[in-house]
């Protein structure tokens, strides 16, 4: 029997823990109603379920449970807000602005508004993957009428200042959105302490099901105006219709209600991890840490390696860890990261660079195992190099 690599990749997906998946379980047999068939008991308990998530997940971000839309995921969901608001606003402006080192699923729907007309303002970053403030306030048009700024960068962990961003559109009449897929659970979240109008959520990050997320809409000061992005039954308060997945939803909540009373041992314990991590590996020169060292996810190590090729790095790794070399949703691409290159990195630096998704199942024994084999790699790999080189 073959032994499994390490998984460090908790920011490509997570494992579902095994408490949500007992909370998930009664609703695929013995609860299995539709939560909409509200005329018997099956569609009782299945809507019970749906409504105890919606305030856990409303609570946890300082909403109300009529906020929350629930979707398939933080995809749809940042389509949902981009697209949905695009239309509704679209007498009032056409200008948006976003961040180059947005997921796809923010920066892919941008571009499709730029087909349709629409004018998009994709702002740089700092070294350390923060937006400049100022450039920011300078992007500001009469006609903005949506922001979007991911609250925790997938690759690189930096955590965005949402309070600063969400006063300055305040202040204009602009909406705020934000990709928190990667931030639910772990960072604390208020959308009314940060002036936040739409937020994006997904489960699968946080050690629920894939196949489910939520969209923040805010109901009221200001009241937030959406276009379905899919029709047919008016479902969602007719944001999003399509029969709600029971099983997933109930799984969202359990995740989420788990993070949020685990948030402040867990984030010490990954901060301990991470730094022990990093201390070993930074020991050899020419590894440079990606992104803002202290605004950052307390499980996210990325790091840029000189003098190795970036696609052996990743085979040479493989046997003891499962990590990646960017976002999981572009890993089939042949491009290198968007988001390392933003940094101002070139591309065969961005190529050769490792992200260490540190995760609630990790131990130190494991950190040190993949410490000393990453070591062992890159030096092997800058050994080869050398002898190539002078051969």
Not at 45 to 71: C, D
Not at 83 to 94: D, I, L, S
Not at 108 to 136: A, E, H, S
Request: aromatic share 6%.
């Amino acid at each position: 029997m073959s032994i499994r690599p390490i998984y460090l990749d908790c920011h490509a997906t997570t494992p579902v823990d095994e408490r949500v998946v007992a909370a998930m379980l009664p609703y695929f047999t013995e609860h299995f109603g539709n939560p909409a068939s509200i005329s018997h008991v099956y569609g009782w308990e299945a809507e019970a379920a749906v409504k105890q998530t919606r305030e856990i997940l409303a609570a946890a971000i300082n909403a109300t449970p009529e906020e929350i839309v629930f979707t398939s995921g933080a995809t749809e969901a940042n389509n949902l807000a981009i697209k949905g608001v695009a239309e509704a606003y679209f007498k009032k402006g056409q200008h948006i602005i976003t961040v180059a080192t947005e997921h796809s699923a923010v920066l892919d729907p941008c571009n499709y508004l730029k087909t349709l007309g629409f004018d998009i303002t994709i702002l740089p970053v700092q070294k350390d993957g923060l937006i400049d403030l100022t450039q920011l306030e300078k992007a500001f048009r009469p006609e903005t009428i949506v922001v979007s700024v991911m609250a925790a960068n997938n690759e690189i962990g930096v955590l965005q200042p949402l309070a600063e961003i969400g006063e300055m559109c305040r202040d204009r009449q602009i909406l705020f959105h934000t990709d928190a897929a990667q931030a639910i659970g772990k960072i604390p979240l208020d959308v009314q302490e940060m002036k936040i109008d739409l937020m994006s959520l997904t489960a699968h990050k946080v050690y629920g099901p894939k196949g489910i997320g939520a969209l923040y809409v805010r109901r009221r000061n200001p009241r937030v105006q959406l276009a379905p992005q899919q029709h047919g039954g008016g479902h969602e308060r007719g944001m999003r219709s399509g029969t709600l997945y029971t099983p997933q939803i109930a799984g969202f909540g359990k995740a989420v209600e788990i993070a949020l009373a685990e948030q402040a041992t867990e984030t010490q314990r990954l901060t301990e991890l991470r730094q022990r991590l990093w201390e070993q590996l930074s020991q050899l020169e020419g590894v440079h840490l990606n992104g803002h060292p202290q605004a950052r996810l307390a499980g996210n190590l990325n790091i840029s390696i000189e003098g190795v090729d970036g696609a052996a790095l990743l085979l040479g790794l493989q046997p003891v860890m499962a990590v990646s070399s960017g976002s999981a949703c572009s890993s089939a691409t042949t491009a290198p990261s968007h988001v390392l290159t933003a940094l101002g990195h070139s591309q065969k630096l961005a190529y050769a660079s490792i992200r260490f998704g540190i995760g609630r199942f990790n131990t130190q024994e494991e950190i040190d195992i993949v410490a000393k084999h990453a070591i062992a790699t890159i030096q092997s790999l800058r050994n080869s190099a050398f002898v190539t080189l002078g051969s």
